[in-house]
C-alpha cells in the first residue's frame, strides 16, 4: 500500500514538473537578425539580417525541417551596416519548419 501511495505521488508531482523550454539560438556574431515563416507558406522560412559588426560576415538561414532533411537558404555576404534576407524551403513531404537558425561564416 505504502508503495502504490510512494508511487502515485512521484508521479503525481513528474506531471506537475513544468516542462523545459529551449532558449532560442542566439544570432552570430556580429549579425542582428529577425526569422519567421513565410505568412502564406509554413514550409519556407527565412532570415533577415544586419551586420552590425566592423568585418564582412557570409550568413544564411538554416531550417530544421522535421521528417525531410534540413536545408540551408543562399548565402548572403554583407558589408558592416548591410542588409539582406536569407530564404530557404522544407520539402512538402515532411512535416514543416521545426526550428529556424542563421548561421555564419
Given at each position: 500500500m505504502r508503495a502504490a501511495l510512494a508511487a502515485s505521488a512521484a508521479l503525481a508531482l513528474s506531471a506537475a514538473a513544468p516542462a523545459a523550454v529551449a532558449a532560442p539560438a542566439a544570432d552570430p556574431h556580429g549579425l542582428s537578425c529577425e526569422?519567421?515563416?513565410h505568412n502564406i507558406d509554413d514550409?519556407?522560412?527565412?532570415?533577415?539580417?544586419?551586420?552590425v559588426g566592423s568585418e564582412p560576415i557570409t550568413f544564411w538561414v538554416h531550417l530544421v525541417c522535421g521528417w525531410s532533411p534540413d536545408v540551408d537558404g543562399e548565402h548572403i555576404r554583407l558589408a558592416p551596416g548591410d542588409s539582406s534576407q536569407s530564404t530557404a524551403h522544407c520539402s512538402s513531404l515532411g512535416s514543416g519548419i521545426g526550428?529556424?537558425?542563421v548561421r555564419s561564416s
Amino acid at each position: 500500500m505504502r508503495a502504490a501511495l510512494a508511487a502515485s505521488a512521484a508521479l503525481a508531482l513528474s506531471a506537475a514538473a513544468p516542462a523545459a523550454v529551449a532558449a532560442p539560438a542566439a544570432d552570430p556574431h556580429g549579425l542582428s537578425c529577425e526569422k519567421g515563416k513565410h505568412n502564406i507558406d509554413d514550409y519556407t522560412g527565412w532570415a533577415l539580417c544586419t551586420n552590425v559588426g566592423s568585418e564582412p560576415i557570409t550568413f544564411w538561414v538554416h531550417l530544421v525541417c522535421g521528417w525531410s532533411p534540413d536545408v540551408d537558404g543562399e548565402h548572403i555576404r554583407l558589408a558592416p551596416g548591410d542588409s539582406s534576407q536569407s530564404t530557404a524551403h522544407c520539402s512538402s513531404l515532411g512535416s514543416g519548419i521545426g526550428e529556424i537558425q542563421v548561421r555564419s561564416s
